[in-house]
């Protein structure tokens, strides 16, 4: 009985006991814990910058798409420096860049 009476009353509480232990539960030991939801929002940022850039390559695409529809000299600058492709006949070097050496 001693034990018992040297307890605080507001740990003896059953409800702020139940708030404690389904806080305890809801941050460390549940499903969707504090920590994935910390890495899976750090996955969405990064699913949302990949998404940013494959828009902007769409974008960049569609128009080079265009300018190939609407000139055919466009398209032929566009097959010859992409697609290394070439007229019958004509030869085609292919040089390729030199990096310079760090010193």
């Known amino acids: 009985m001693n034990l018992l009476n040297r307890i605080p009353s507001w740990l003896s509480n059953k409800y702020l006991l139940a708030t404690a232990f389904f806080a305890v539960w809801m941050l460390f030991f549940d499903h969707n814990d504090l920590f994935i939801q910390h890495t899976r929002n750090r996955e969405l940022s990064e699913l949302e910058s990949r998404k940013a850039y494959y828009e902007d390559q769409i974008?960049?695409?569609?128009?080079?798409?265009?300018?190939?529809?609407?000139?055919?000299?466009?398209?032929?600058?566009?097959?010859?420096?992409?697609?290394?492709?070439?007229?019958?006949?004509?030869?085609?070097?292919?040089?390729?860049?030199?990096?310079?050496l760090p010193r």
Not at 68 to 93: G, H, P
């Open 59 to 100: 974008t960049q695409t569609r128009s080079e798409l265009e300018k190939m529809r609407l000139n055919t000299a466009s398209l032929e600058k566009i097959a010859r420096e992409k697609y290394l492709m070439k007229k019958e006949n004509e030869d085609l070097f292919i040089v390729p860049e030199q990096k310079s």
